[in-house]
């Protein structure tokens, strides 16, 4: 019975074609779009993590959007005063307060901007993967730099060479290179914090504060606290995050819309598929039953044929899925906020068979009525009955 | 022995019909496709139905073949009243005791030789156990079992049709017009395997036009507007 419904699937190899084509379409788009936000989640989740910070002191004004583009390492146009790192690390639940100044210096002749952070030695406890790769870990002058995994091989630079900032006029020895992180800091030059703030002119002043607290439970009486610092506000990462999630979560609700779209036009078409080819083979099925195949054989049939379709179409589906995953997601990641630096398109084995299910339920759907009908055919000649 | 019978009554009959009717609504008429006719066929006989167009041979073909119910009168087959039989009963009966030829041979085109005619094996849930196999040897297509219809020459065909209709050993084979779409000469080739099948013991019904194909049979239904001439 399976070679018979396999043959009669390739009886016409163009609609197959077509019909399978929609239903691995729908089948990718729902894939991506569901691990679209999977990714995210986990993506996200991982970012901040490695952010190795319960909450961040930033400028009045959109907290979300300055902790983003602290998180990107993104300047801001308004900065803290300094004073605002005493007053948090004057807090008895503070463990560590790492303040970091951001700049921006536009390099349009190489059409890219370089982000340069001045931080001090409190950082390094928030980041405990800051490995050299070749050269220092730390600065040993005030005029030394160490870049980023890609930024190094960008700038073409090792330790010991020299790295002109044409922007600011200002010349600095490159003291090492870092290991690869998988983060935004990655692409970032760091500067000890003090010849950042001389450097940019922003003496006294910090972009934000990143904390961490002695003990996380108390995250909220703490963020009450340094709530009342002068010109600052403080967000979390639990809020960022969750804040980050609903929107995404907004995005993903109208994107899996899109996706229970292609996935009924994917049903349609196995719908419209098995219909047409019930009507075209009428005779044959009515053939069918009079050479004693039963009502329950010749929709058994049918269904094996959609069964087989959607099986067919979805595993294409899965394929295509995991071919334009990335584009997908290098498409998707310019329009979301906070874009992780980690895959955002996980499609892992239980998604993968969630879908599977999934399409041959729905493959199965479609096929009920095209299969009753043919089922209710009765025997007859093929040269016609009166 | 060609001859016009219409009541004969075999010791051991596989068909027996009594004031068999069918009427079909056209309308607000009734079309009386079979007006109340009364016969028997013995097993291992070979029947010819012959009439003009119109007359009630498909009709009579469809109720034999248990694919139409009558709207009157008795019908039984190999020993079961029709009538009153369920649609699963019915499909179960075509099954074990019919088999079919058809006169545009009905086969499969995306399926084999040899999957045409093992197709009512299959949704009869019988094993293959070489049955397929002997059959294309005994019509002479066994070197021809894994082609599709449409390389077949016509006589092919319907010798493939044969073999399908007989894969499962039915008590009775229908043919509808069984040479209408062959020359003579593979017609007569046809009748030959006929002839042989029935010598063999199996009881055949034959519609048909061809002179022939009713001289080859034993006895000669004649129906003329639903009725046994």
Not at chain 2, 98 to 127: D, S, Y
Not at chain 2, 133 to 152: F, I, K, N, T
Request: net charge positive; hydrophobic share 45%.
């Amino acid at each position: 019975m399976l070679r018979f419904a396999c043959r009669n699937l390739f009886r016409r190899p163009i609609r197959l074609l077509l019909a399978g084509s929609g239903i691995a379409v729908s089948v990718a788009v729902w894939i991506v779009l569901s691990a679209f936000g999977d990714g995210y989640r986990q993506a996200l989740g991982g970012e901040l993590q490695r952010a190795g910070m319960q909450m961040m002191l930033v400028p009045l004004g959109c907290p979300y959007d300055a902790a983003a583009r602290v998180l990107q390492g993104r300047s801001l146009d308004i900065s803290l005063p300094a004073d605002a790192v005493d007053a948090v690390r004057a807090d008895p639940d503070v463990a560590v307060a790492a303040p970091l100044l951001m700049a921006a210096m536009p390099r349009p002749s190489e059409g890219r901007t370089d982000l340069w952070v001045g931080l001090d030695r409190s950082a390094l406890a928030l980041k405990p993967w800051w490995r050299a790769r070749r050269g220092r870990d730390w600065f040993d002058a005030t005029n030394g730099v160490i870049l980023g995994a890609e930024t190094a091989a960008i700038e073409l630079r090792e330790p010991g060479d020299a790295l002109h900032c044409p922007g600011i006029g200002a010349t600095f020895r490159v003291e090492g290179v870092l290991e690869r992180g998988g983060t935004a800091d990655d692409a970032l030059f760091f500067i000890p914090l003090a010849t950042a703030q001389r450097t940019f002119h922003q003496e006294g002043r910090v972009t934000a504060v990143a904390i961490r607290l002695r003990d996380p439970a108390r995250i909220r009486e703490v963020a009450a606290r340094l709530q009342r610092i002068p010109g600052a506000q403080v967000v979390t990462m639990t809020e960022m995050m969750g804040t980050f999630l609903n929107l995404v979560g907004t995005v993903r609700t109208l994107m899996l819309a899109l996706a229970v779209v292609a996935m009924s036009t994917g049903v349609l078409g196995i719908f419209n598929t098995l219909l047409a080819a019930v009507v075209e083979r009428t005779r044959e099925l009515c053939l069918l039953r009079a050479l004693g195949a039963s009502r329950g054989q010749v929709f058994g049939l049918m269904t094996l044929e959609a069964a087989m379709l959607g099986a067919g179409g979805a595993t294409a589906g899965v394929l295509l899925a995991f071919a334009v995953g990335h584009l997908v997601e290098s498409l998707v990641k310019s329009y979301v906020p906070l874009p992780p630096a980690g895959s955002l398109v996980q499609i892992g084995p239980g998604l993968v068979a969630r879908t599977l299910v999934l399409a041959a339920l729905a493959g199965w759907v479609a096929a009920l009525y095209p299969a009753w009908r043919a089922s209710r055919l009765p025997p007859a000649l093929p040269s016609g009955t009166p | 022995m060609n001859t016009i019978d219409r009541s004969p009554s075999p010791a051991d009959p596989v068909i027996v019909a009594a004031g068999l009717s069918k009427t079909y609504p056209r309308g607000r008429e009734q079309v009386r496709a079979l007006d109340g006719i009364d016969f028997a066929v013995g097993r291992g006989e070979f029947v010819a139905v012959v009439g003009p167009s119109g007359s009630g041979k498909t009709t009579l073909l469809n109720l034999l073949g248990c694919m139409d119910t009558p709207t009157g009168g008795t019908l039984r087959l190999a020993g079961r009243e029709i009538s009153g039989l369920s649609e699963t009963d019915r499909t179960l009966l075509r099954r074990r005791h019919l088999g079919f030829v058809f006169q545009h041979f009905g086969l499969v085109p995306t399926l084999t030789v040899a999957e045409n005619v093992a197709l009512p094996r299959l949704f009869a849930r019988r094993a293959e156990d070489g049955r397929v196999g002997e059959l294309l040897r005994q019509v002479g297509l066994w070197d021809r079992r894994d082609h599709r219809p449409h390389q077949l020459s016509g006589g092919e065909m319907q010798r493939a049709a044969i073999a399908r209709a007989l894969v499962n050993d039915p008590s009775l084979l229908l043919a509808d017009e069984p040479t209408g779409n062959l020359d003579s000469a593979t017609g007569e080739s046809d009748i030959g395997l006929f002839r042989q099948l029935n010598a063999g013991g199996l009881t055949i019904v034959a519609v048909t036009h061809n002179a022939a194909l009713s001289d080859a049979a034993g006895r000669r239904l004649h129906l003329r507007d639903g009725r046994l001439a």
